[in-house]
């Protein structure tokens, strides 16, 4: 173990002072008394902390000292004992803070005294190397990575242009045109980043000229055994303080706090884009940082974050500026890490064009939002390099926001005028192809679908759902239904790990993990506009098509939407113990027609989210109408899921409100 150096952090002159009592002027210094808001200290805006330190000190202001006992807490993290106070300063013992470890962020300085405490400021703090490294020749970025003081060599980091390696003792050297503004570390397996709030700590801002060096060191803590491990992804939150949706995330958040209690070995969590709404970040005050603290709520996960079309910024011009924000106070765009056996790579496949000056619902100057769904190629250039240090047996798993397929396998990245776009998507398949097996997680679509390419060119895409669902509308216009447009619940993909094996499933908010299918009773559907849109104007009723549910029906038919489906399973019904055929079929769910498009329309509003069109629901015909069918669906993993659906099954919201 490399002996450390131990240094006291002593901030005068330049710090800024939280003034916190009154002070008369000329008056003697006192000690401290007996209420927190007596005791008065300056907070730095920045702290350089040299890994190993045994105290930081601060200095006291008009001798309003702390009292022996007291103690200091850094955001989240265990408060740490105040010792060696004088009337002009006192230490913190972080001596405790190293085996979390402590690490580069920003921290709520509060002080704790007992039952009591008080919030003192905010400081950015750097956790640096205890050494003396200097930039090599050329080098304009460079640092260690270490864990418990000692350097991880064969460690990737990359400024999103070039991807270099650490040596045997931990450094890298870079020569970085800093055009993204940042580093990050390639987070290697056995290893996890400390967090902020849910965020892994693997990036730092470059805040320097270009062509001044700027050291940024990494502090990684050791991982349980990860060859067996669970991601959560996470598609389509759409947090906007809008349609009750602050509310609604919770019952989201309760799930993943109660499921992740069941799973064994480590869990982590990606999100699919879309975590906030552009739309609103001005509108409704809600942005980046709202969200953060939202989920905050969500324990004791590193949740790894995509950016999506909605977390672009309306408010900047083209691709560039579009994303400033959400590179200072969430993640990079795009960057990578290992998890036990896994190589995941974050993509940004969206293309801001923001062009066009506009105004927004509060007369704020913007852009009218367009963008194309494509990697501009510097992203491709960036992943060949990334993916130049990773072996072809490698499990890779890619995150994104918009698909690369449509669900019928066509490409999801296409336009006639725009060549280049299908371009990109075979070009994402050629680096991909000569690995062992890539799994693409996607979302955008608030539905779920799988496309299997494995025989062929070795990739699996998910387009894993959406927690948001309708962008929270159905719960909103009729509480307990909380569905998407292809009738699939709101909630996430489970991706369970064993070596380089992948399994999933869809878990479904507020459900258990077997809930995987919704069934319906023709012969007891009828949707109408007359009954369902009563108060409608008549193109409101003219606007309501629910397809082949607006007429009766007496044949019989069962209709099970089974939204996770893959050609790998299987769906099978029995009446009787009698096999009845099974078809599978295109429609609308049933579901959503009537707790979210027909509410909207019988208000007179635009049903913007209106249901679509699904293709993994099955029709079955039986003998009677009220005959039971046994439903057994098993997935490509073996696991089976099945409903006795006793019949006549009446059809009301009421019914499957959950």
């Known amino acids: 173990m490399t002996k450390f150096r131990r240094v006291s952090l002593y901030f005068w002159g330049a710090a800024v002072v939280m003034v916190f009592v009154a002070i008369a002027c000329g008056k003697e210094p006192q000690q401290a008394a007996g209420s927190l808001s007596d005791v008065q200290f300056t907070v730095p805006e920045t702290m350089d902390v040299p890994y190993g330190s045994d105290k930081i000190s601060f200095r006291v202001q008009f001798g309003k000292k702390p009292a022996e006992g007291d103690k200091i807490s850094f955001g989240q993290l265990a408060a740490c004992p105040v010792k060696d106070i004088s009337a002009s300063s006192f230490n913190v013992d972080i001596t405790s803070l190293w085996s979390v470890p402590l690490s580069s962020g920003t921290y709520a300085v509060t002080l704790r005294r007992g039952t009591q405490s008080q919030k003192k400021g905010d400081v950015k703090i750097t956790v640096t190397a205890a050494d003396e490294l200097q930039p090599a020749a050329?080098?304009?970025?460079?640092?260690?990575?270490?864990?418990?003081?000692?350097?991880?060599?064969?460690?990737?980091?990359?400024?999103?242009?070039?991807?270099?390696?650490?040596?045997?003792?931990?450094?890298?050297?870079?020569?970085?045109?800093?055009?993204?503004?940042?580093?990050?570390?390639?987070?290697p397996s056995g290893y996890e980043p400390t967090r902020q709030g849910i965020l892994p700590s693997m990036?730092?801002?470059?805040?320097?000229?270009?062509?001044?060096?700027?050291?940024?060191?990494?502090?990684?803590?050791?991982?349980?055994?990860?060859?067996?491990?669970?991601?959560?992804?996470?598609?389509?939150?759409?947090?906007?303080?809008?349609?009750?949706d602050r509310n609604q995330f919770k019952n989201f958040v309760n799930d993943i706090n109660a499921f992740t209690l069941t799973l064994s070995g480590p869990v982590y969590g990606l999100t699919l884009g879309d975590m906030t709404w552009d739309l609103y970040w001005e509108t409704n005050n809600y942005g980046y940082k709202d969200y953060l603290a939202d989920a905050q709520t969500i324990q004791g996960l590193t949740i790894y974050q995509t950016i999506g079309n909605h977390d672009h910024s309306m408010y900047e011009f083209g691709d560039?500026?579009?994303v400033a924000e959400y590179k200072r106070t969430v993640a990079p765009t795009y960057y990578s890490f290992n998890i036990g056996n896994v190589h995941y790579v974050v993509l940004d496949d969206v293309e801001c064009t923001n062009s066009t000056a506009t105004k927004d619902d509060n007369g704020k100057a913007c852009y009218v939002r367009t963008y194309d769904s494509h990697i501009v190629q510097e992203q491709l250039d960036w992943l060949k390099k990334d993916l130049s240090y990773v072996s072809k047996s490698t499990p890779v798993a890619i995150s994104m926001h918009i698909p690369l397929y449509k669900a019928n396998g066509s490409y999801h990245w296409y336009a006639s005028n725009k060549s280049y776009l299908k371009q990109h998507a075979i070009d994402l398949e050629n680096i991909l192809k000569p690995y062992s097996a890539a799994h693409i997680f996607t979302a955008h679509?608030?539905?779920?679908?799988?496309?299997?390419?494995?025989?062929?060119?070795?990739?699996?895409?998910?387009?894993?759902?959406?927690?948001?669902?309708?962008?929270?509308?159905?719960?909103?216009?009729?509480?307990g239904v909380h569905i998407g447009q292809d009738g699939s619940p709101g909630g996430y993909g489970v991706v369970k790990v064993s070596g380089n094996d992948f399994s999933w499933q869809f878990k479904a908010t507020g459900y258990p993990l077997d809930f995987q299918m919704r069934t319906y009773d023709r012969n007891k559907i009828l949707i109408t506009p007359a009954e369902y849109v009563p108060n409608g104007s008549a193109s409101s009723r003219a606007a309501f098509d629910p397809g082949l549910w607006a007429t009766a029906s007496s044949a019989n038919e069962v209709y099970i939407n089974v939204w996770n489906y893959d050609p790998s399973w299987k769906v099978e019904v029995s009446e009787n113990g009698k096999a009845l055929s099974v078809e599978k079929v295109t429609v609308l769910?049933?579901?959503?027609?009537?707790?979210?498009?027909?509410?909207?329309?019988?208000?007179?509003?635009?049903a913007s989210f209106a249901t679509i069109t699904n293709s993994h629901t099955f029709r079955v015909k039986a003998s009677s109408a009220s005959s039971t069918l046994d439903i057994k669906v098993t997935d490509r993993f073996g696991n089976v899921y099945t409903e006795t659906m006793k019949r006549p099954k009446e059809f009301s919201t009421d019914i499957y409100k959950h």
């Open 445 to 479: 679509t608030h539905t779920v679908y799988n496309v299997d390419f494995m025989s062929s060119d070795h990739i699996f895409e998910h387009n894993s759902g959406s927690i948001c669902g309708t962008w929270w509308w159905s719960a909103h216009e009729t509480p």
């Open 320 to 322: 560039y500026n579009s």
């Open 138 to 187: 050329g080098c304009n970025v460079y640092g260690k990575v270490i864990c418990d003081g000692e350097g991880i060599p064969d460690v990737s980091v990359s400024d999103g242009h070039e991807v270099v390696r650490t040596d045997k003792d931990g450094v890298y050297q870079m020569k970085s045109d800093k055009y993204h503004k940042y580093v990050f570390v390639s987070v």
């Open 589 to 606: 769910d049933p579901l959503h027609l009537v707790s979210y498009t027909a509410k909207r329309l019988d208000k007179n509003k635009a």
């Open 203 to 244: 990036h730092a801002q470059l805040t320097k000229a270009a062509e001044v060096p700027e050291r940024v060191d990494f502090i990684l803590k050791k991982a349980p055994d990860q060859t067996n491990h669970t991601m959560l992804m996470l598609g389509d939150m759409h947090l906007a303080n809008r349609t009750g």
